[in-house]
């Protein structure tokens, strides 16, 4: 499963918190979609601290980059480091 496969290559970024949401369901259909998967990603690093919102993107993207396009269509981000608190 995509889902599962996501939350195992995101431990790369020791989360202390991470949560995947499969939006897909909600986009199936429309226009450039090529069949790829949308997904709600919030993570909860120590390796964020100090990062601007930009690296802590590609840090994520980094580690699904070979899934894109293809299996991911799009990604929503939201990334916090240790420090930060979050609603």
Do not use: W
């Not at 431990?11 to 709600?40: K, V, Y």
């Not at 690296?55 to 916090?80: G, V």
């Amino acid at each position: 499963m995509l889902k599962t496969e996501i939350e195992q290559r995101l431990q790369a970024l020791a989360p202390d918190l991470l949560e995947i949401q499969d939006d897909s369901d909600l986009h199936r259909g429309h226009a450039g979609n090529t069949g790829g998967g949308h997904f709600t990603i919030t993570v909860k690093s120590s390796l964020f601290s100090g990062k601007s919102q930009i690296m802590r993107h590609r840090m994520i993207y980094q580690c699904l980059q070979d899934l894109m396009p293809h299996r991911i269509h799009a990604l929503s981000i939201q990334a916090f480091s240790t420090d930060e608190s979050f609603i």
